[in-house]
């Protein structure tokens, strides 16, 4: 056979091939159009759950079985036979500061696994059709964990098993005003692997898995032995140090008229010093960046820190006026500044006077243009009620709402509430709450936001404008009646996000008559048709009995209950616009948001003369502690 004869035969081979994949992606393509129609498409897993086959409501009603699971009974943690539960759904006295460790975003997971195979380019869709019938299709769980707070949790609750590794270091006290330095021993721990913790636990999420962590431990030993240290050497090293003082951290804010002069003394900077190895490896007297840092932190980034400012506008005599100018924002460089401090105490810098580095911090916010606004008229108003309300949640609320009045957003722009509120703290304004920390109530900030985040959904919705973030509460909460059609906040997750579509600058202007507070967004119409379903309700669920916590902040026999219990519950309603209706042009987007509530327990706290402590539960033979999310 000829060389020729060989390729055409080899070409021809490969045609036939092609040809039979070809045949085969379109023959899948066609079986599972006409057979999986409004069901997920075969081999569609979330985690290790197989929902290939189900229909949207069938795999909901599921994976929402999973899900409850997972937040029922909580977090579970063992350890040498010893058992910790971390609830990830309450936390707090009041159900308006209630923030999950853990949100499930269920129904964004299952529209992604529903529309794989279901673009609008038919040549992806046939191949992720040919997929589905040979591969399984993998989708992640959408879903946010407060990794901040779980770990402060993990913190509070694994002190009991176990010991921070204590390094070795220095004792410095003066006589006749020379420091006299001594050595303290590091002790050596078995201390719990944290990220193995959180590990397996995002693992199991991922798989909508209820949650069991084994904990395991390792040995750490202190980076520096008491026997390495020199003390005739450190001595010298220290003295040395000390010898600098005292010099001066010096700043100066034109725009915030902020000066700092603050002298430094070696009373303080012995709490900067501690032991470090040298590139020898010989161990020394060092500077701590770690401990300079927490105390810039802690003491000067108050003072130099503030957040980028927007300008802020309002309408009068019917044309948008300005009321505050736009500043770029300021924030303490803590590594540059501990670096100029170490460099001057270690004779590289001979000045005394230290300059802090602060850098500014660029405006995201939409430059204020120099032409008219075009902002006409109305185009939507966020209704909501606060009747009822407590008095340090009526301030948080104004607080909240003065943050977004006045504010512009551009054509175009993606409008975030947690970036226009700031920071949430009592610098701000705000008032706290009480929340529950073992058997503690602890003022926590943010009691109220929702209400503010609850009505700027209902004004971007009444407004005919594409939400791309809102996620119901974890609790019915009678403020934001009807049901579904609140938007929970909480710093930084969850947000309420929306766009500026109108293609013309929309201003925000809100106002409270009584109980009622209003948003309304000015801009300038357009032919676009806005559709609100009625929410439905449905699957009501009773919340379980009231838990009582013992505390010694009330006094013995005292009881404080803030809320009572509420029913858990699933809705949702249909939210569509039309633009250009009746034209060649026109064009429908739908969304349904949809809420799952689930039922609050009524907490109380009880006052007694002295803790009970934990009350044992026997589940398997294990002893149990239920940890109430703070």
């Given amino acids: 056979m000829s060389v020729h004869h060989k390729i055409k035969k080899t070409f021809w081979l490969l045609i036939t091939v092609l040809a039979l994949l070809a045949c085969l992606a379109l023959g899948a393509y066609f079986y599972l159009v006409r057979n999986f129609d409004n069901r997920f498409y075969p081999r569609v897993f979330i985690g290790n759950n197989n929902i290939g ?13 999973k899900v409850d699971n997972i937040f029922n009974p909580g977090f ?24 999950p460790l853990l949100d499930i975003n269920l129904d964004e997971t299952l529209d992604t696994a529903y529309k ?7 040549s992806n869709d046939i191949l992720s059709h040919f997929q589905a019938l040979l591969f399984t299709k993998s989708v992640s769980l959408k879903y946010y964990l407060a990794i901040d707070r779980l770990n402060a949790l993990l913190n509070d609750n694994f002190k009991d098993w176990e010991q921070a590794v204590r390094e070795t270091s220095l004792k410095i006290e003066f006589n006749n005003n020379r420091p006299i330095v001594s050595v303290i021993p590091g002790v050596a721990s078995a201390i719990i692997d ?18 069991v962590v084994n904990l395991k431990s390792r040995q750490v030993e202190p980076n520096i032995k008491a026997d390495e240290v020199n003390v005739d050497l450190v001595q010298l090293q220290v003295e040395k140090i000390l010898a600098r003082t005292p010099f001066v951290l010096h700043y100066e804010d034109d725009l915030s008229t902020t000066t700092i002069n603050l002298k430094i003394k070696k009373e303080l900077l012995v709490n900067w010093i501690g032991l470090g190895r040298d590139n020898s490896g010989t ?14 932190q802690t003491r000067i980034a108050s003072l130099t820190d503030y957040e980028p400012a927007p300008a ?3 309408i009068k005599n019917n044309r948008v006026s300005s009321f505050g100018v736009s500043r770029d924002g300021r924030k303490l460089n803590l590594e ?27 405006s995201n916010y939409a430059a204020t243009p120099s032409n008219n606004f075009q902002i006409t008229e109305i185009i939507g108003t966020g209704h909501s009620n606060f009747v009822g309300s407590p008095k340090n949640r009526l301030q948080n609320i104004a607080v909240g709402s003065a943050a977004i009045n006045g504010l512009l957003i551009a054509p175009g722009e993606e409008f975030s509430l947690v970036k226009a509120l700031g920071n949430v703290d009592a610098a701000s304004g705000y008032l706290p709450e009480l929340v529950i920390k073992e058997n503690r109530t602890i003022p926590e900030y943010g009691g109220g936001l929702c209400q503010v985040g609850t009505t700027l959904f209902r004004a971007a919705i009444e407004s005919g404008l594409p939400v791309t973030s809102r996620r119901s509460h974890s609790y019915r909460v009678s403020y934001y009646e009807p049901a579904g059609m609140d938007a929970a906040v909480y710093i930084p997750n969850p947000d309420v996000k929306f766009i500026n579509d109108t293609g013309n600058y929309i201003l925000i202007q809100t106002r409270t008559v009584k109980n009622d507070l209003y948003f309304d967004f000015w801009g300038v119409k357009d032919d676009r048709k806005i559709n609100i379903t009625v929410p439905v309700v449905y699957n009501i669920v009773k919340p379980p009995a009231p838990k009582l916590l013992e505390t010694l902040d009330l006094a013995p026999g005292v009881k404080k209950c803030t809320e009572h219990s509420h029913n858990g519950a699933d809705a949702y309603f249909d939210y569509t616009v039309t633009y250009h209706p009746s034209s060649t042009d026109e064009k429908v987007a739908k969304q349904r948001f949809a809420s799952h509530y689930v039922p609050w327990q009524e907490v109380c706290l009880i006052g007694v003369s002295q803790l009970s402590g934990a009350t044992p539960n026997v589940n398997n033979g294990e002893a149990t502690t239920t940890v109430p999310v703070n």
Avoid at 196 to 206: F, H
Avoid at 336 to 362: F, H, P, Q, R, W
Wanted: hydrophobic share 40%.
């Fill in 116 to 122: 794989f195979g279901r673009s609008e380019n038919i």
């Fill in 312 to 314: 802020r506008f309002e």
């Fill in 336 to 362: 540059l500044s501990a670096n100029k401090i170490k460099d001057y105490l270690n004779g590289i810098a001979t000045s005394s006077v230290v300059e802090l580095t602060v850098d500014s911090v660029k």
């Fill in 194 to 211: 944290r990220d193995l913790a959180l590990n397996n636990l995002q693992a199991q999420i991922n798989n909508l898995e209820p949650v």
């Fill in 283 to 296: 161990v020394s007297a060092t500077i701590d960046n770690v401990k300079i840092n927490d105390w810039l």
């Fill in 76 to 99: 579970k943690f063992v350890y040498n036979g010893q058992v910790k539960i971390i609830d990830p759904k309450q936390n707090g006295l009041s159900i308006d500061v209630a923030a």
């Fill in 53 to 65: 086959g189900l229909s949207l409501v069938e795999a909901k009603k599921e994976l929402q079985v």
